[in-house]
Nanobody, 124 residues
Framework: QAQLAESGGGLVQAGGSLRLTCAAS????????MGWFRQAPGKEREFVAA????????YADDSLKGRFTISRDDAKNMVFLQMNSLKPEDTALYYC?????????????????WGQGTQVTVSS
C-alpha cells in the first residue's frame, strides 16, 4: 500500500488559485486510480476528481471540472490538482487517495487509501 503525502494547501482569496501535490512512496505507474477528495467541517468526505493510469480523468461535477484540473506524473510518482477560481465553499481538508475498482468510487469509500490531507482555506 502506497504512502501518500499531500502539500500545497494554504490560505487564498476567492478567485485565486492553488496547486496541490501528492507524492507517493511507490511507483504510481502501478496504481490504477489516483485522486482527490475533500472534507469540509461538519460535512462528509466527498469525491473531487480522479485520474486513471491511462490518463482518463473524471470530476465530481461540471462546476469542478471547469475550475479544477487533475494530472499525474508517473515519472515523479506524483498527482496534482490545479485549482482555479477558488470559492469560499471550496474550503476543506483535501486528501490524496488511491484505490482499485471504479474510477469514481461511492461512499463510504471502504477501498480507498488516504493521505493525511492538506488544508485549503478560501477567504471571501
Amino acid at each position: 500500500q502506497a504512502q501518500l503525502a499531500e502539500s500545497g494547501g494554504g490560505l487564498v482569496q476567492a478567485g485565486g488559485s492553488l496547486r496541490l501535490t501528492c507524492a507517493a512512496s511507490v511507483r504510481t505507474v502501478n496504481i490504477y486510480n489516483m485522486g482527490w477528495f475533500r472534507q469540509a467541517p461538519g460535512k462528509e468526505r466527498e469525491f473531487v476528481a480522479a485520474i486513471r493510469r491511462s490518463g482518463f480523468s473524471i470530476y465530481a461535477d461540471d462546476s469542478l471540472k471547469g475550475r479544477f484540473t487533475i494530472s499525474r506524473d508517473d515519472a515523479k510518482n506524483m498527482v496534482f490538482l490545479q485549482m482555479n477560481s477558488l470559492k469560499p465553499e471550496d474550503t476543506a481538508l483535501y486528501y490524496c487517495a488511491h484505490w482499485m475498482g471504479a474510477t469514481k468510487p461511492s461512499p463510504p469509500y471502504g477501498n480507498v487509501n488516504w493521505g493525511q490531507g492538506t488544508q485549503v482555506t478560501v477567504s471571501s
